[in-house]
């Protein structure tokens, strides 16, 4: 066996201190200074990997320790895991178990060792706040320390969040923002210790925004639907975010403001806008007339006069859905009034539209009123024009509109009324008339009773208490009211009453008589009513007597005859005997006795 220097120095060293001692038997000089063997602590030991081990060897040969031993050759036995330095201090690397091994004079002692990672004392979460939007994603760290401060690497991190609602986490640390809120705790576990991040979550940034169809053409009262997507940076669709449309031109094209429905309205190019979050794009709009589809009053009937043309002219388009012109169209377009006012309308009713429009000239509406005119052409939908005001003509002049009628003298007569006429033969009822009424020509010249004046209302006057006295044909009655011109009804009769009395209509020997001879002029005894009125179909059978005078002869000739048309005529009748002071007396059946004036017969 080689020895070294220092070795052998420390066996002399050793010899020399022992060679006095008797107490430890079999152990000579020599022994006693040789090394037989070697304590290697702490056995067994723990090394933190990371941090340094110092080793302590210790000789001993049979007398004891060696304290003069203090140099040894050290070595590991595992070194992956552990190594030690020539001063034998251990450094671990991995976990595990390891020998240390420490040699001198040829003897090796040695220790069983593990090692371990250090113990955390502390977690932290970098970055200590993230801010991240919707669905997009981070990476946070969770680092361990030792109570000295040093990171640990390699130890298993538990995540969690506070909100995975919002924010989620993977077991890599990944966190991934789910719905806009926040700040949400974001925790990092480590053995027991922990730390976490402040997470809030917002809506990605729009960047741009993508219109589709970027382009249209569209006819006027069409539709189409836009569809906006606003994108992020990396150019991907985001969801949920506002969209606000607009048209350059809302009169040409208009655009629902929250849907993108654009509703062409006229021929042209509009520009669409969607904007979202300050972020705009466009799509292009061509609008095109649509089909003719409808019509239109663009020039309506105004207030007018009855009778008088309607001015300015009505005037009535044809149009597309959208009310648009349609500047080529020709169809016929026709003008009425809705039933039953159909036939109070004139003028031309039907005209072919020039370049669109159909101009009417010189309608008229016979009656005052409010009304509306319809026009209508084959395959279009109708228009109705506004309502206007016929206004009537001036009252120019009277009318019957009840005639008067035939009846009995001095009896009422059916109702007559006469109205207030405009020129065209209209009533007018816009104001009250004074309406005065007499006999415009009279036969036999009866006299008109009742209310002979009488206030129009709604343009007429009725006179329901009207009457004559004297029967007779041919009877006509005049109206009259102050500025019209006076009207004059168709003719009637007024018929006698019932008989009520007899009358001598012509006295007897009104030019004296002689006796015998007939009496001249002839007496007429005549039926008569209650108002003196010849009873014309009366053929009453009516007896003449003498009813008086001095020295009274006989009566000679016809004394009774029957009534020719209410009238008895006694054209023989004589007188026997002179007198004077002479009466006749007329007498019929239910009728009172009449006597006649005197007369003389001369002898």
Known sequence: MLWSLASLSAALITLAGCAGDASAPDCDAIAAALVSRIEVRPDPGIAIIGDSLPMRATAFSCAGQLDGVRTFEWR????????????????????????????????????????????????????????????????????????????????????????????????????????????VAVSATIEGHSDTTQVTVTLVPVQSVTVTPPSATIHAASTVQLTAIPRDELNQPLTGRAVTWVSSDPAMASVAAATGLVTAIAPGTVIVTATSEGKQGTAQISVTLGPAARLQFIEQPGPVIAGSPIVPAVTVQIQDAAGNLIPTATNAVTVTLPAPDAGLLGGVRVVNAVA?????????????????????????????????????????????????????????????AVEVRDANGRRVTDQPVAVTLAIGGSPVGGALSGTLTRMTANGVASFPDLSIDRAGTGYRITANATG?????????????????????IVQPCTGGCTTDAVLAPAPQVAVEDRLGNIVTGSTTSITVTISHGHGMGELGGTTRLNAVAGIATFSDLTVSRGSSGITLRAEAMALPAVISDPFTVIK
């Open 76 to 183: 590991s036995g595992q070194p992956v895991v552990a190594t030690i330095s020539s001063t034998g201090v251990v450094m671990a690397s991995l976990t595990g178990n390891f020998t240390i091994f420490a040699a001198v004079q040829g003897v090796e002692g040695s220790a069983n060792l593990t090692s371990r990672p250090a113990a955390v004392a502390r977690v932290s979460v970098e970055p200590d706040s993230v801010t991240l939007g919707v669905t997009r994603t981070s990476t946070v760290t969770a680092r361990a320390f030792d109570s000295r401060g040093r990171e640990l690497s390699g130890r298993p991190v538990a995540w969690s969040s506070a909100q995975a609602g919002t924010v989620s986490v993977s077991s890599q640390g990944e966190i991934t923002g789910r719905a806009v809120g926040g700040p």
């Open 356 to 416: 669109g429009i159909a101009r009417f000239d010189a309608l008229t509406i016979a009656a005052p009123g409010t009304y509306s005119l319809v026009a209508g052409s084959a395959g279009l939908a109708d228009a109705a024009s506004r309502t206007f005001v016929v206004s009537p003509l001036p009252a120019s002049r009277l009318g019957f509109v009840q005639q008067p009628v035939s009846a009995v003298a001095g009896m009422t007569m059916a109702t007559t």
């Open 484 to 504: 019209l011109d006076a009207t004059t009804s168709g003719s009637f009769d007024i018929f006698p009453g019932d008989p009520s009395q007899l009358v001598f």
